[in-house]
């Protein structure tokens, strides 16, 4: 059974910078960041093929970079120039599965 582990959210002033880490990856599928904020869906942030191949929402494009270290079972979701927006649960998951980690919170605030 695999198992995803968040980390690295956690509160963070506008302009600033988090590195979110998805332990357990351990699938050779495509590796996707989502988020959720309260009360609005839940939505794709990036997304990574095995090979590299990154696709972002139009919203992040030019400050997050998503990454995975596939010898270390490990994704990343680099966050540069953060705003209140972005504030949400960010969450792991193997693209087109049910599998999800429990999520980290990210809070982009003053």
């Known amino acids: 059974q695999v198992q995803l582990v968040e980390s690295g959210g956690g509160l963070v002033q506008p302009g600033g910078s988090l590195r979110l880490s998805c332990a357990g990856f351990t699938s050779i599928g495509t590796m996707a960041w989502y988020r959720q904020a309260p009360e609005k869906q839940r939505e794709l942030v990036a997304r990574i093929t095995f090979g590299g191949i990154t696709t972002y929402a139009d919203s992040v494009k030019g400050r997050f970079t998503i990454s995975r270290n596939n010898a270390k079972n490990t994704g990343y979701l680099q966050m540069n120039a953060l705003k209140p927006e972005d504030s949400a649960v960010y969450y792991c998951?193997?693209?087109?599965?049910?599998?999800w980690g429990q999520g980290t919170q990210v809070t982009v605030s003053s």
């Open positions: 998951n193997i693209w087109n599965t049910n599998i």
